[in-house]
Each structure stands twice: as C-alpha cells, then as structure tokens.
C-alpha cells in the first residue's frame, strides 16, 4: 500500500511542473475534486486535468509550496502556499479576468481522501478574497 502522503504531494508536485499525462495517469477516473474558492465541483480526471490547466494558464509560474502536513489514516491534509504572477487570462464562472502582471501568494488547505491507494475525492481551500485582491480584481 501505498504512503497517502506521498501520494498527496506527488499530485501536487505533478500539479507544479505541469505535468498534466501523469496527472491524468495519477488520478482515478472517477476522483472527484471540489475547489472551494471557485465553489466547483469537478469529477474525473480529465476534467479535474483540465481545470488545473487553467489555473496554470493564468499563472504559468504558480507552484504550491507544502507548509505542513496533517495525515490521519487515509486521509491528508497540505498546508499550501500558492505563489506565482498573473500574467495569462484567468476564466471564471463569471467571464475572464485579464492578465494583471501581479504576484500572488495565498494560502490554503489541500484535503486528499483514500480508499487504500485510491484517491476518491480532494478538496481544496483557498483564499479566494485573498487572491483576488494580490490580482487586482477585488
């Protein structure tokens, strides 16, 4: 069986070098991911893929940075700092939030559930106000 804390943080760091077929490898087709700072709830995972493409479409540079680790069983918790410049467009629920050129840094929780080696769902908390005022769009 597989380490869940590993596990987690490769998720992240395959989020961080964009390394989006082994992200696509790394997660079940029927994981489910919630975003709370944009209220999505996104299930499989290409579209879980997808919507972490965005995220880097906006930010190329973002990167999370794991401030600390909580780990119960099968379940993780990442406390993660979200560091990079808004320089791509960033779209939203709402329509598109140009690129502004500014920095960002925000903090975060990144909560990952297991069944065994399977990741079944992870949701992750962020400062969306936070965020959107380092962007200029709050």
């Known amino acids: 069986m597989a380490d869940p804390t590993a596990q987690a943080k490769h998720i992240l760091e395959l989020f961080n070098k964009a390394d989006w077929d082994a992200m696509s490898d790394a997660l079940p087709s029927d994981t489910t991911y919630k975003e709370h700072g944009t209220q999505r709830s996104i299930e499989g995972a290409g579209d879980i893929v997808e919507a972490m493409r965005g995220w880097k479409t906006a930010m190329p540079d973002v990167a999370g940075t794991v401030q600390?680790?909580?780990?119960?069983?099968?379940?993780?918790?990442?406390?993660?700092?979200?560091?990079?410049?808004?320089?791509?467009p960033l779209v939203t629920a709402d329509g598109e939030i140009p690129a502004s050129g500014k920095h960002q840094k925000t903090p975060g929780v990144w909560v990952f559930d297991f069944d065994g080696d399977t990741l079944t769902e992870s949701r992750n908390y962020f400062d969306m106000l936070t965020f959107l005022q380092q962007i200029g769009a709050a």
């Open 68 to 88: 600390s680790t909580i780990a119960t069983g099968n379940q993780v918790a990442l406390e993660v700092v979200w560091e990079g410049n808004h320089t791509g």
